[in-house]
Structure formats: structure tokens, C-alpha cells
T-cell receptor, first 109, second 114 residues
Framework: LAKTTQPISMDSYEGQEVNITCSHNNIATNDYITWYQQFPSQGPRFIIQGYKTKVTNEVASLFIPADRKSSTLSLPRVSLSDTAVYYCPSSGGSYIPTFGRGTSLIVHP | DTEVTQTPKHLVMGMTNKKSLKCEQHMGHRAMYWYKQKAKKPPELMFVYSYEKLSINESVPSRFSPECPNSSLLNLHLHALQPEDSALYLC?????????????FGSGTRLTVV
């Protein structure tokens, strides 16, 4: 089963840009790359999705290199409220995302 | 309406009880999912319904019984659970069973089995 790899935890400070990288070594041709954010005792929330190159929305940017073996979620000017777990689930071509351990981001004042 | 609503938010049940979790969405999504999440662990897929038919059952014990009465509703019937089944149960939906649509998750039901 295809799995992604991401750092277990990251620390940052308010106002900084945070980049979280995910490794998609077994990504299938038809897989999209999707990132979710989860706060304690809440369901994951869709942040951004892309297939290749760069995607930007009102909350984040997603960078995907040509080989699609990795992706980088970029959060501009984080605030305390961005403290959460960030997931980049894989699906291995099955269309159903499998969640890995995620990256716990802590934003300090 | 862009939400997935789950009820109840909290549930405490004994090992001999029968209870049900409910999930509702009015976004016209045709795929619905149940996930289980233990503390400090990622969500684990339990069941997938596509067009109101069960398409995936991830080897879940029979004490968990899903039901999809219509395209907007998803239930999870619980019977004879064990304390280790205590977890956050998440419902999600998507336009279809295709990853490019992205998933919308509910806030979950926090289940405690005593």
C-alpha cells in the first residue's frame, strides 16, 4: 500500500513562512496530491490539492515537482491558530486516501 | 450547505448496549465514508459507500454495521463494543469516489465504551 512520508513535528513562530514537505515515492499516475489540516477533536479539513506544478489558494500554496515524488505545503505568515496536524494522504491509485502520521506544527508567539 | 453533520458529538455506552452514529450531508455528494481515529493517530478507513452501495469494508469487525438509507445519510450501528473501540469516529463525503474531488469531514463523534 502506497504511503507518504512527512516530518513528525515542526516548530515555527508567528509571522514566519512554514514549508512542510511530503514524500510520495509510490505515487500513481492518476493520484492527486491533497493536504488536510486537523485540529484536536475535529475532523480533517481540506486545505489544497494539485496534480503538478504550483497551486495557490487563499490559505496556502502547494508546490509539486515534475517527477511528483514529493510535494511542499507552504503556509505564509503563520499565526497561533495554524497550530495543527497536517496530512498528505496517499491513495496508491485506489482513489481512497490513506492517512499517514502527519506533521504536528506548533506555532509559538 | 457545505457541511457534514455528525450526531451525537459525544457518546458513552456500555459493552452490552446498542447505539447508532448518524452522519448527514446535503452537498449532493455521492460517496460517503466512515473513519476511526484513536488519540494521536491518523484516521483509519472503515467503510466506503459509493452511490449508496457499500464498496469497501476494511476488515472491520461485525460489531460495527454501516447503513446508507439514502444519498444524504450514513449510519454506523454499534453493538457489543469493547473498550478498545473507544475513539473519534469521523464521517466524510466527496462528490464521487475519486480523489480529485477532495473530502469534506464532519467533526466526529467521540465514543467511549465502558
Amino acid at each position: 500500500l502506497a504511503k507518504t512520508t512527512q516530518p513528525i513535528s515542526m516548530d515555527s513562530y508567528e509571522g514566519q513562512e512554514v514549508n512542510i514537505t511530503c514524500s510520495h515515492n509510490n505515487i500513481a499516475t492518476n493520484d492527486y496530491i491533497t493536504w488536510y489540516q486537523q485540529f484536536p477533536s475535529q475532523g480533517p479539513r481540506f486545505i489544497i490539492q494539485g496534480y503538478k506544478t504550483k497551486v495557490t489558494n487563499e490559505v496556502a500554496s502547494l508546490f509539486i515537482p515534475a517527477d511528483r515524488k514529493s510535494s511542499t505545503l507552504s503556509l505564509p505568515r503563520v499565526s497561533l491558530s495554524d497550530t495543527a496536524v497536517y496530512y498528505c494522504p496517499s491513495s496508491g491509485g485506489s482513489y481512497i486516501p490513506t492517512f499517514g502520521r502527519g506533521t504536528s506544527l506548533i506555532v509559538h508567539p | 450547505d457545505t457541511e457534514v453533520t455528525q450526531t451525537p458529538k459525544h457518546l458513552v455506552m456500555g459493552m452490552t448496549n446498542k447505539k447508532s452514529l448518524k452522519c448527514e450531508q446535503h452537498m449532493g455528494h455521492r460517496a460517503m465514508y466512515w473513519y476511526k481515529q484513536k488519540a494521536k493517530k491518523p484516521p483509519e478507513l472503515m467503510f466506503v459507500y459509493s452511490y449508496e452501495k457499500l464498496s469497501i469494508n476494511e476488515s472491520v469487525p461485525s460489531r460495527f454495521s454501516p447503513e446508507c438509507p439514502n444519498s444524504s445519510l450514513l449510519n454506523l450501528h454499534l453493538h457489543a463494543l469493547q473498550p478498545e473501540d473507544s475513539a473519534l469516529y469521523l464521517c466524510a463525503s466527496s462528490q464521487g469516489a475519486q480523489e480529485e474531488y477532495g473530502y469534506t469531514f464532519g467533526s466526529g463523534t467521540r465514543l467511549t465504551v465502558v
